[in-house]
């Protein structure tokens, strides 16, 4: 598949994982409106997705917000599946991604930084 087609297909499935989140469509209780769904990375083959998930909810949170995610994969999966228009659709795995937190603390200590030179 092309480059630019994967990369379609990747932006797509982010937006369709995201809308099935906020209109609580997944009915796992461990799973909140809050989660975010940073990136997904589709293989070549269209086999499997990864799909990275953040929040600034804590560690925990965010560990069973995952774990949720995992169990509902099925029934996400179907849905997509239903929309898209594609030969094979690939089996998502939900990825805890941890970047945004250490992003927004590493602002946070900057700021402190220069705070202090001042």
Partial sequence: MGQYRLQRLNDQLRDEISQLIMRGDVKDPRVNSFLCVNRVEVTNDLSYAKAYVSTFLTDGQLKNGVDGL???AGFIQ???????RIRQFPKI?????SGMKEGFNMVQKLNELEREQK
Avoid: G, H, M, Q
């Avoid at 795995?93 to 991604?97: L, M, Q």
């Fill in 70 to 72: 995992n169990a509902a």
């Fill in 78 to 84: 179907r849905e997509i599946a239903s929309k898209l």
């Fill in 93 to 97: 795995t939900f990825v805890v991604d």
